[in-house]
């Protein structure tokens, strides 16, 4: 597991989604939290929570990835901006990839949250993970 607590975040989801698992477990970060409600709100999760293990002194976040038809949401994601390489862009650059399939979640002065809603307030900022 890397140190990197939302990059972890990203790549479980992706390789549950591939290898057809229904959850995924991570370490509690605030950051992971705010996305994944993010995801939760925009259909690419179905539930988010909060738990603490018997016998842990850390919290830990469940995700169910959501599926449509027996086929999973979410079929690809990566992080963008790295601990040793971030990337900025302003609110005219904030389109993803994918068209409108795709979702960026971004750090933005205001708190975290997706490209669209980033577009309607006029807020760039850190570009943290895109979501196919």
């Known amino acids: 597991m890397s140190t990197d607590?939302?990059?972890?975040?990203?790549?479980?989801?992706?390789?549950?989604?591939?290898?057809?698992?229904?959850?995924?477990?991570?370490?509690?970060?605030?950051?992971?939290?705010?996305?994944?409600?993010?995801?939760?709100?925009?259909?690419?999760?179905?539930?988010?929570?909060?738990?603490?293990?018997?016998?842990?002194?850390?919290?830990m976040i469940h995700l169910d990835l959501s599926e449509v038809d027996d086929v999973y949401v979410v079929t690809d994601a990566r992080r963008v901006s790295k601990p040793g390489r971030r990337i900025y862009k302003g609110y005219k650059e904030l389109k993803p990839s994918w068209g409108r399939f795709g979702l960026l979640i971004v750090s933005t002065p205001k708190g975290i949250m997706d490209s669209v809603e980033a577009r309607k307030k006029k807020l760039g900022g850190e570009v943290l993970c895109e979501i196919f």
């Open 5 to 59: 607590r939302l990059s972890n975040m990203v790549s479980s989801i992706k390789n549950a989604s591939m290898a057809k698992k229904k959850y995924v477990e991570i370490p509690y970060s605030i950051e992971c939290e705010k996305v994944a409600h993010i995801l939760k709100k925009r259909g690419f999760l179905s539930e988010v929570k909060l738990f603490k293990p018997e016998k842990s002194h850390e919290k």
